[in-house]
Nanobody, 119 residues
Framework: QVQLVESGGGLVQAGGSLRLSCTASGRAFSRRTMGWFRQAPGKEREFVAAILWIGGTPRYADSVKGRFSLSRDNAKNTLYLQMDSVKPEDTAVYYC????????????WGQGTQVTVSS
């Protein structure tokens, strides 16, 4: 089992910045891919960014490339999503996810944190 706790959401003006955190605990999370997804009202959940915890290269959705960046603190078991130059279309509930070790499918999810970007 893996437990994920997100924090850092809130209200921000367009063009501003926000940093989301995802603290992980549980079995073998260091062998998993950790990712961020988001879901806006009336839309399907979509991929934002992900990284293999050990030795991985970050991957980003085209819609956030160049504006969002991933980083991690191994000592704190925490994954960060730095969101810069945010836009109103970034408004969504953001979820942290962890993959299954064998299948790489995302099977563990956090509770979500709301990000609202005002224009």
């Amino acid at each position: 089992q893996v437990q994920l706790v997100e924090s850092g959401g809130g209200l921000v003006q367009a063009g501003g910045s926000l940093r989301l955190s995802c603290t992980a605990s549980g079995r073998a999370f260091s062998r998993r891919t950790m990712g961020w997804f988001r879901q806006a009202p009336g839309k399907e959940r979509e991929f934002v960014a992900a990284i293999l915890w050990i030795g991985g290269t970050p991957r980003y959705a085209d819609s956030v490339k160049g504006r969002f960046s991933l980083s991690r603190d191994n000592a704190k078991n925490t994954l960060y999503l730095q969101m810069d130059s945010v836009k109103p279309e970034d408004t969504a509930v953001y979820y942290c996810a962890a993959s299954d070790v064998d299948t790489a499918a995302y099977v563990y999810w956090g509770q979500g944190t709301q990000v609202t970007v005002s224009s």
